[in-house]
């Protein structure tokens, strides 16, 4: 979590109205389902409206930019993550925003490890497996990812370039539209957190090949 770099300290008590937090993902998501449930609970303490908004798009980076342009007085938020914060200001350029000057950091929300893991009908049950699947077939095997340069994106990179392999990347905006074209047959393969795909990977509907540690 985090917020636009903060003005000195004001003489009169916070919060005085709802607070934004932005997430920077699509609805319905795993985004939703961790600060959803969060910003529920601090705003009982608070005793203001914690208002979460939908803001999806370039990997997190339009809601970043969004939050680091807001005025910096605690009422607007940024659910952040590695993607927008980290990754992005080292692969692009010319980001509108500056991770270090123009937030402040708040907390961190959790860690979690991710998951290799395929449609249900790919004939594959083990990384290995999908290895040596994917090397009889250069470029046939698709990657959905939640966007160029995020870290589903770069780690399915990673997996490719150690073993050799190929795979044909799909960008999508966010997990929640990734997940519905992986149950739909529509994606072979993808890294995603685990909370994204547990009661999936649980029901059989997607099959688990591997996860990484937080």
Known sequence: MAAPALAPAQTTAWPQRPIRIINPWP???PGDQIIRPIAARIQESLGQPLVVENRAGANGTLGAN???????DGYTLY????????ISPVV???LPYDPI???TPITQILGQGSVLASRASLPVTTAQELIDYARARPGEVNLGSIGIASTTHLFGEMLAAAAGIRFTHIPYPGAAPLVTDLLAGRVDITLLGLPAVAPHIASGQV??????SA
């Open 207 to 212: 099959r688990a090949l591997a996860i990484t």
């Open 79 to 86: 659910f952040g993550h590695t993607g927008a914060l980290t």
């Open 92 to 94: 692009q350029s010319r």
């Open 101 to 103: 000057r123009d937030f």
């Open 66 to 72: 969004l939050v680091a342009t807001a005025p910096p």
């Open 27 to 29: 609805p319905g998501g």
